[in-house]
Every structure is written in structure tokens, then in C-alpha cells.
């Protein structure tokens, strides 16, 4: 075989192998389009779904644990003293939800929901009997009722009033009292000049077995980036509690689904009815839950900044003596008046003046943050963590004594902690599925290499075929070396003189001359 057969060889072999990986990688990515195209068909919330009765009954647990502040100084606290608190909990509860009088609606492109919750507590997991253990905290409708009465002219009669009925500024309850409701005596006599206002209250009042009102989701078959991302609640595509449009808008999920194929740079929103606003959340970092890897998105600082740190947060100040600084969200516009303070667990990123305001916080990430940890590919909760507090906003009132020493503050009722991970039979079905996409993405990879390992063959099959001819030539060319001279040969070996031709000590000379003939 000729040099240039060879080169023609070589030339074709890694053309060949070029093309195959060239190949590879066109169908890799084709069967890649094809499997994200099937994850938005599959990942679309109508009957047959792989995703809609999941959708419908979560199978995770979720538990819902309680953490109460009980103030230990509250008569110095009135005379001006800092507020001292403990902290009491968890009283925990398995919170079982599903999504009840479920109906497609708009031709099948929305479906329309109410998300039923029920709670049942937990004692192994609680450090106490919330029918027993008091708590003692702010009186949350006395505070209701004074800043209803605040601009009144009938507000000293009303301290009066109260004062009679010793409703103060401070009360003294059981934790289930405090959950679930108790008959308040300020309210069960306001009732008498207010229709429709109950006489009971409490943090959880008419929450357990109950919905909080109807949602329109998008199914996501029209754009996958739409599934699950509400489009009205109780019939509105936009609130009404706030000052500006931005404020009001209604964006997102509902925090129990997320669209499939997530990316790191992408912001989530959530609309939560209990802050009556939607939140943001950002990717922090990826980790791992249960080996089924995950982007953890929590909520920045900027979520509950002040109008000065972020400027779109203007439209949330209740009015402009009403606004509060980083940290903390005044929520009363949808709490009928009541001077309700949303914030996180022990002002967990807020400005420092409210931590330093109460004695017995300690903000920490680790136990105070709120997280979502979603698997990119699905954008299936994997875990999750939604805290958050209950706080009151005290101060000096006027026409009530009782508040004359008070100095503004925040304090804090109790906090909670929604938390839920996925369940060992889940976790095994998206690991599958992603064990099918994994394939799937990496069979380009694999043609890669084989093509590579087929191109490694050739240079090797050269190069044995090189040395093979080196070998062919090399034997030629030594058989040709001591191979007989014919008679046509113009020269030949022979001896030099007869004393050369039998020496004893030298043998025999030879020497190249030219052949005489004859």
C-alpha cells in the first residue's frame, strides 16, 4: 500500500469519525428538545396529567409548628420599661391540605381551585398542651379597638369602657385560646353596635377546615412558564389593599407548584393571601435533598425593604406617617384596621432598632429564614421552610392612659414554621424521571466518545500498519544485500594475489575489483 493510500485512508477515517460525533451531538440535542417538550406536556395542570392528582392531594406531610413570645415585665413595659420576652414553642400541628371544588374553566385553560386546610396537633412533637400553658402577650383587640378610636371623639368613653371590662393593653391566654379563637368581652359588646364583626378572635380563627378563598390557576399547556401562576383570587386579577399598581399586583404561584426546567438567574414569585401581597424569592445555592439535586430560592432583604432601600416598596406604606422601615410589613389594610406588623422570625433581616427594641431576640438564618429548595428540572418541591411573624405594632395613643409611656414598637406575638419534605415514594418517582433525562442529555456525550475512542482505533491501526511496511522494507532491502552476484554484474568479489588467498593468520582476502573477462 502506498503512502498516499494511507493518507487517503487516514483522511477518511477521521472525516468518518468527525461526522458520527457531529451526528451524535445533532441527535443528542434533538432527543434533549424532545424530552423538555414532553416535561411541558407532562407538567400541565388537566386530568391525566402526570402532575394534576399530586396537584390535588400533596403527598408530602406538611407540619405547621407555633413559637409564642410571653412577656415577663409587661407592668414595667406599660410604665416605659424594654419589653422582655421568652420564647415558647413549637406547638406543633400535621397540616393536611388538599384542593377542593376543583373545575376547569375558559374552555380547559384555567382551572379554578379552593385550597382546604386541617390541622391536628401533634404532642409528641410540641413541648406542652396548648389547652394548658398561657401565654401572656399583647391584647390584639384592645389595640384594634384604639386604633379604630384613635381621630373618635368618643374615645375616652370607649378607655372607659374597657376599662371596665379590663380589656388592657396585655392579656393573659392559653395557646389554643390563642390559635383557635376565645369570646372576647371588648368584642362580644362592639358586636352589639357592629354587624358582622365576631365576637371571638384569634390567630388562627375559622382557619382550621377552612379555604382562603377561590383561585384560577394557569394550566401551562399554552407556555410551560405559566403553570401553576394564579391568575385571580375571590375573582380578582388585582388587590386593592395597597397604594400603587405594582403593590396590588397579583404575580406567580401560590407557593405550591412551580414550573419545570427553573434557571439560577430567574426571580419566583409568590402570592400570599396571609401578607396579602406577592413575595420574591432569588436562587441562593444549589444543594441536595434525599440525592435529588435541588436550587434553594429564598427571599432578599429587599422583599420587606423600606420605600428609601427600595423604591417599589413605597405602594405598601399604609400612608406616609405610616411607614415602617426595612424588615417589617404593616398588613392592617386587610386585617380590618387592626395594627397587624408582618416580619420575619425574631426580625430576621430587618433594620437593627427592632431587635434591639425587645429583649429575648436573636435573629439567626439557619432557624429564621424562609426557603424553597426546587428541583430545576421539574420544579418540584423538594423542601421547603415558610416563616414568619406575627408582630403589633404599640404605642402612645391618645385618650388612652394606659398607653401614655408607651415608646413606638414592634412587638412580637408569636411566629411559625410551615414546613414540608418530600416523601420517600415521591423522591423515588423524580428520580426516575430524572434518571430517563439524564440519559437523554447525555447521549450526545456518549457518541462524543465513541467517536473518540473510534478515532483513537485508527491512529492506532495506522500505526501498525506503518510499522508493518517499515518491517517489509527492512527485509528487502537485507536480502538484497547478501543475496549472489549474477553474470551480469559489472563488478564481483574475489581473492587478491595467491599469498591472500590461504593466510593462517588473516583468512582469506577479499577485495572489490573490476571482472576481467576471459
Known sequence: MTRRSYALYAVGGICGTLLAVGIGLLVGRVFHTLMENRLKKEIVLVEGSRVF??????????????????????????????????????????????????????NGTMVSAYTMKKFVFLREKSVGDPAVDNITTVNIPSWAVMEKMKDSWFRTMVSMFMKTLGSGPFTSRTVHELLWGYEDPLLEKAAGYTPGLDKAFGLMYKKNGSDSG???YHTGEQNYLD???????????????????ESNRIQGSDGSSFHPLLKKDERIYIFTPD?????????????????????????????????????????????????????????????????????????????????????????????????LDLNPTTGVILRASKRAQVNILM?????FPDTKNLNET?????????????????????????????????????????????????????FRAHQ????????????????????????????????????????TYIGLTEKVDA
Open 214 to 216: 377561590e383561585f384560577i
Open 53 to 106: 392528582e399530586s396537584w390535588k392531594n400533596p403527598p408530602p406531610p406538611v407540619f405547621m409548628e407555633f413559637f409564642f413570645f410571653n412577656i415577663t415585665n409587661a407592668e414595667d413595659c406599660l410604665n416605659g420599661a424594654k419589653p422582655k420576652v421568652t420564647q415558647i414553642g413549637p406547638y406543633t400541628y400535621r397540616e393536611y391540605r388538599y384542593k377542593d371544588n376543583v373545575t376547569m374553566v375558559e
Open 395 to 399: 404605642n402612645r395613643v391618645g385618650g
Open 468 to 507: 508493518k511496511k517499515n518491517e517489509v522494507n527492512r527485509i528487502v532491502f537485507t536480502k538484497a544485500l547478501y543475496a549472489q552476484p549474477s553474470a551480469q554484474d559489472d563488478t564481483s568479489y574475489c581473492p587478491v594475489g595467491d599469498k591472500g588467498r590461504e593466510d593462517p593468520q588473516n583468512g
Open 410 to 462: 414592634v412587638f412580637p406575638v408569636m411566629f411559625l414554621n410551615e414546613s414540608v419534605v418530600i416523601d420517600d415514594e415521591s423522591a423515588a418517582k423524580v428520580k426516575k424521571l430524572l434518571l430517563i433525562s439524564d440519559l437523554v442529555s447525555n447521549f450526545a456525550l456518549f457518541i462524543v466518545g465513541l467517536g473518540g475512542i473510534m478515532l483513537l482505533i485508527l491512529v492506532v491501526l495506522l
Open 227 to 245: 403553570y401553576g401562576r394564579v391568575k385571580t383570587w375571590k375573582g380578582q386579577s388585582k388587590l386593592t389593599f395597597w397604594t400603587s399598581e
Open 275 to 371: 401578607l396579602c401581597r406577592t413575595i420574591y424569592m432569588d436562587f441562593e445555592k444549589e444543594v441536595e435533598v434525599k440525592g435529588i439535586p435541588a436550587y434553594r430560592f429564598t427571599p432578599p432583604r429587599s422583599v420587606f425593604a423600606s420605600k428609601e432601600e427600595n423604591s417599589d416598596n413605597e405602594g405598601f406604606c399604609v400612608s406616609k406617617k405610616e411607614c415602617l422601615g426595612t424588615g417589617v410589613l404593616k398588613v392592617s389594610p386587610c386585617r380590618k384596621g387592626a395594627p397587624v406588623v408582618a416580619s420575619f422570625p425574631h426580625f430576621y433581616l430587618a433594620e437593627d432598632k427592632y431587635v434591639d427594641a425587645i429583649e429575648g431576640m436573636s435573629p439567626d438564618r439557619e432557624h429564621h429564614q424562609t426557603y
